[in-house]
T-cell receptor, first 114, second 116 residues
Framework: EAEVAQSPRYKITEKSQAVAFWCDPI?????LYWYRQILGQGPELLVQ????????DSQLPKDRFSAERLKGVDSTLKIQPAELGDSAMYLC????????????FGPGTRLTVL | AQTVTQSQPEMSVQEAETVTLSCTYD???????LFWYKQPPSRQMILVIR??????QNATENRFSVNFQKAAKSFSLKISDSQLGDAAMYFC?????????????FGQGTRLTINP
């Protein structure tokens, strides 16, 4: 069964350093989402792509976060510089199309900022 | 903006028993989707069940069923014959059906423990 792939699974970094997370959606899925999940809370959307275009990045802290999906397939989320409050699980999800109701999630990257 | 509330941070149930997880939501829209996702420890989030708001019939997936009360904006999940593998965080989520760029709005989650 096809799955959303993410790497790394765990990342420990010091504040002010740069970090990057990678996501490979299910093949053929045009829509890709990055969510942030703080411990003990539900995920919150950071950015949504349709193919290579950003559809919604209203909750992305653009002073330090950036996301790209250059060829409309895999995606990278970057944080520079990382802050203590960025410690969280970063989840990637994909769906077949923009209007698709079902999103499929990857295993996530757990980020710890020291 | 839509909000989703799960009022039970933790629940526990004996193996083979039935448990119900509560979820309420707030929206002014008439067409939307509701979901229950399961997140086992250190594993990825998986879809348990989904409900279209325009359907009056409650969704069912094997041992999982929902009680969808549209007027009350309530969407509870019932797990029958609970199994040890059901232990996880359960998230209720809302998605608008209007327009294309519609994100999932999640509740805070309910941690379900299954007692052997």
């Amino acid at each position: 069964e096809a799955e959303v792939a993410q790497s790394p699974r765990y990342k420990i970094t010091e504040k002010s350093q740069a970090v990057a997370f990678w996501c490979d959606p299910i093949s053929g899925h045009a829509t890709l989402y990055w969510y942030r999940q703080i411990l003990g809370q539900g995920p919150e959307l950071l950015v949504q792509f349709q193919d290579e275009s950003v559809v919604d990045d209203s909750q992305l802290p653009k002073d330090r976060f950036s996301a790209e999906r250059l060829k409309g397939v895999d995606s990278t989320l970057k944080i520079q510089p990382a802050e203590l409050g960025d410690s969280a699980m970063y989840l990637c999800a994909s769906s077949f199309a923009l209007a698709s109701d079902t999103q499929y999630f990857g295993p996530g990257t757990r980020l710890t900022v020291l | 903006a839509q909000t989703v509330t799960q009022s039970q941070p933790e629940m526990s149930v004996q193996e083979a028993e039935t448990v119900t997880l509560s979820c309420t939501y707030d929206t002014s829209e008439s067409d939307y989707y509701l979901f229950w996702y399961k997140q086992p420890p250190s594993r990825q989030m998986i879809l348990v069940i989904r409900q279209e708001a325009y359907k009056q019939q409650n969704a069912t997936e094997n041992r999982f069923s929902v009680n969808f009360q549209k007027a009350a904006k309530s969407f509870s999940l019932k797990i029958s014959d609970s199994q040890l593998g059901d232990a996880a965080m359960y998230f209720c989520a809302y998605r608008s059906a209007m327009g294309g760029a519609q994100k999932l709005v999640f509740g805070q989650g309910t941690r379900l423990t299954i007692n052997p």
